[in-house]
């Protein structure tokens, strides 16, 4: 066995921690009764469902608030926690470029160096991708946030 295919016991508990910590206390966990942009995002294949709300301020495009609520797998839970805590205060072209490094970071074979850094600590979701299954639970909320930025109101993996 080559040392790349030993896993890394800190890695693989820190994103257990993590992800088991954003499930339990899920950050931004309110809907948003003066929310400006919203979407309803199901993932079928697992019953992942959840409402995003952002309060989007028209002046600086900055996303000023931002809630979920619903349910789902500790997965898309923890991922819809830590994108709410990574969106907030953003403009919104960030919010997108953050949201396409993301979504890279899961689907792409090949990630490169400039994707692992807009990523940030998201980059511990590369995990999932062991998973596939498991991927449209981890993406959903950023597929919602896409929908929800375009103005549509509804959002639905393919299975
Ligand atoms: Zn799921």
Request: overall charge negative; glycine content about 6%.
């Amino acid at each position: 066995m080559s040392p790349s295919n030993i896993p890394e016991p800190q890695l693989d508990s820190l994103y257990q921690e993590v992800i088991l910590d954003h499930n339990r206390r899920p950050r931004n966990f309110k809907s948003l009764p003066n929310a400006t942009q919203y979407c309803h995002g199901l993932n079928p294949l697992c019953g992942d469902e959840y409402h995003l709300y952002l309060v989007v301020d028209p002046t600086n495009q900055k996303i000023t608030d931002v809630g979920f609520q619903g349910q789902g797998c500790a997965i898309s839970k923890a991922s819809a926690s830590m994108m709410t805590t990574e969106i907030k205060g953003k403009p919104i072209f960030q919010a997108t470029q953050l949201k396409d490094a993301f979504i890279e970071l899961l689907t792409k074979d090949e990630v490169t160096e400039e994707t692992h850094s807009k990523v940030g600590n998201l980059n511990l979701f590369e995990g999932v991708k062991e998973f596939p299954i498991r991927v449209k639970c981890a993406t959903l909320a950023w597929h919602a946030l896409a929908d929800a930025l375009k103005g549509i109101s509804h959002h639905e993996e393919k299975p």
